[in-house]
Nanobody
Framework: QVQLVESGGGLVQAGGSLSLSCAAS????????MGWYRQAPGKQRELVAT???????NYADSVKGRFTISRDNAKNTVYLQMNSLKPEDTAVYYC?????????WGQGTQVIVSS
């Protein structure tokens, strides 16, 4: 079992920046994917960005060029740097750890971007 603990959400004005982090409760030795998803009110959860343990990244088109995902495998932590935030980025952001046979979600952290 793995717990994921997110931090870093909050309220920011449009054009501003926020940084999210997500720490896993134990070291993950196998190949895995860590990433971020978000869910806005009344909408389905959607992918924001993912990064494999080998360093390959994938971004949603809506955040390319504005968000950057990174990870520190030694600290079991994944980060999301969000720049040039827009009101439509407002959502609950969830951390995700995908292993070969199982996956885990964090509890979510709220991001609100005011116009």
């Amino acid at each position: 079992q793995v717990q994921l603990v997110e931090s870093g959400g909050g309220l920011v004005q449009a054009g501003g920046s926020l940084s999210l982090s997500c720490a896993a409760s134990r070291r993950i030795f196998s190949n895995n994917v860590m990433g971020w998803y978000r869910q806005a009110p009344g909408k389905q959860r959607e992918l924001v960005a993912t990064m494999t343990s080998a360093g390959y990244t994938n971004y949603a088109d809506s955040v390319k060029g504005r968000f950057t995902i990174s990870r520190d495998n030694a600290k079991n932590t994944v980060y999301l740097q969000m720049n040039s935030l827009k009101p439509e980025d407002t959502a609950v952001y969830y951390c995700r750890l995908q292993l070969q046979l199982e996956g885990y979600w964090g509890q979510g952290t709220q991001v609100i971007v005011s116009s």
